[in-house]
């Protein structure tokens, strides 16, 4: 069994280590993450450097924490705060982020991107892993939360609904439920394009596929839908943290976002103890670094073991 806070600590660290490893090849082909990378597992983490997915994936817990749940206008302003220009955050989030800086609500900066349907990126789905983490054992509030979380920057309903899967994702794998996840992930998709993928994905775990198959059916791009389905499949299909985060990052395509993405599903599942010790170890450090990321996902932790002691003292009174 793998105690509950170690899978706390695992998916936010999980996350940022997907994310790292990913970091230095994002948008390479399969072949020439191949050649940058050693065949098979083992794989030395190039330089631990993280990028906007952890940045905001931080922007998010803290925001999470600060305010015992959901606060718009907070998470939004600890984004700005937060905002490093060298983590490569795409231009229509930058833009966001300063029109929120000048004044726009939270909730209405991003709605009028791409022709007024917003953006359905990966952004919302790549930092999401805190919401997984605090409502794993209610998936009204986990939807709910992580729909408004992602309108701050994706107000595509496929941006949103990307997050809110990969957010339950990372509840069913707090749970311990692999087994079951794509029946769960089914029942809990409303809309038809993720529908589709999660079918796709329980037909092809049925035997051994090529990566180029995994790419044409799921993806390995920045669309939400072509990214949240292929970090779940990464994780399915193996036993272990390393191989799953292998895989994702080998799809090529990208690679960061992906890889952080499979990283908080199995960080969540195998809990701080299956990920690779020499990754943890060249994470970076700093104010934000690896020590922060885990303290962070401690008093996430703590939150949630209060929130549950208040419910259950709350129980008993009335
Ligand atoms: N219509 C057409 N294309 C779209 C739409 C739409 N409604 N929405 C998104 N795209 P974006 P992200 C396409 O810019 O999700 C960073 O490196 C469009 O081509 O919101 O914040 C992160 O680490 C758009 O440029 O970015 C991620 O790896 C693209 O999807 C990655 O960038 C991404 O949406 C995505 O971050
Ligand atoms: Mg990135």
């Not at 408004?148 to 899967?165: D, P, R, V």
């Not at 311990?176 to 809309?191: C, D, H, N, T």
């Not at 949240?228 to 990208?254: H, I, K, M, N």
């Not at 990283?263 to 299956?274: N, Q, S």
Request: net charge negative.
């Amino acid at each position: 069994m793998v105690d509950l806070r170690s899978k706390f600590t695992g998916a936010l660290i999980g996350s940022a280590v997907g994310d790292a490893l990913g970091a230095p090849v994002e948008g390479w082909s399969m072949e020439m993450v191949r050649s940058r990378y050693r065949e098979g597992t083992g794989w030395t983490m190039i330089n631990g450097r993280y990028t906007d997915d952890t940045e905001l994936m931080i922007g998010v817990a803290e925001s999470l924490i600060e305010h015992k749940g959901f606060n718009g206008a907070d998470m939004a302003r600890r984004f700005i705060q937060n905002y490093d220009a060298t983590r490569g955050y795409s231009p229509w989030t930058q833009e966001t982020l300063q029109r929120i800086r000048e004044g726009v609500r939270w909730d209405k900066a991003s709605e009028n991107l791409f022709g007024g349907k917003g953006s359905y990126g990966n952004g919302a789905a790549m930092r999401v892993a805190p919401i997984g983490l605090l409502y794993y054992d209610d998936a009204d509030t986990l939807r709910d939360v992580a729909y408004k979380s992602s309108s701050i920057t994706h107000a595509h309903e496929l941006g949103k609904e990307g997050a809110a899967l990969q957010a339950f994702s990372i509840a069913l794998a707090v749970r311990g439920e692999k087994e079951g996840m794509v029946p769960e992930l089914q029942e809990f998709a409303r809309s038809e394009v993720y529908k589709k993928k999660l079918g796709k994905i329980a037909v092809l775990l049925q035997k051994e596929r090529t990566e180029r198959e995994i790419i044409a059916e799921l993806g390995n791009g920045e669309a939400a839908f072509n990214s949240v389905p292929t970090a779940l499949y990464s994780f399915l299909r193996f036993d272990t943290f390393e191989a799953s985060v292998v895989y994702a990052v080998g799809l090529g395509g990208d690679t960061d976002t992906i890889g952080a993405m499979t990283g908080a599903i199995g960080g969540a599942y195998y809990g701080e103890g299956g990920i690779p010790n020499q990754w943890v170890e060249r994470l970076e450090e700093g104010a934000r670094g690896m020590s922060y990321i885990k303290r962070l996902a401690e008093e996430l932790y703590h939150l949630k073991k209060s929130d549950c002691n208040f419910m259950s003292a709350q129980r008993y009174t009335f």
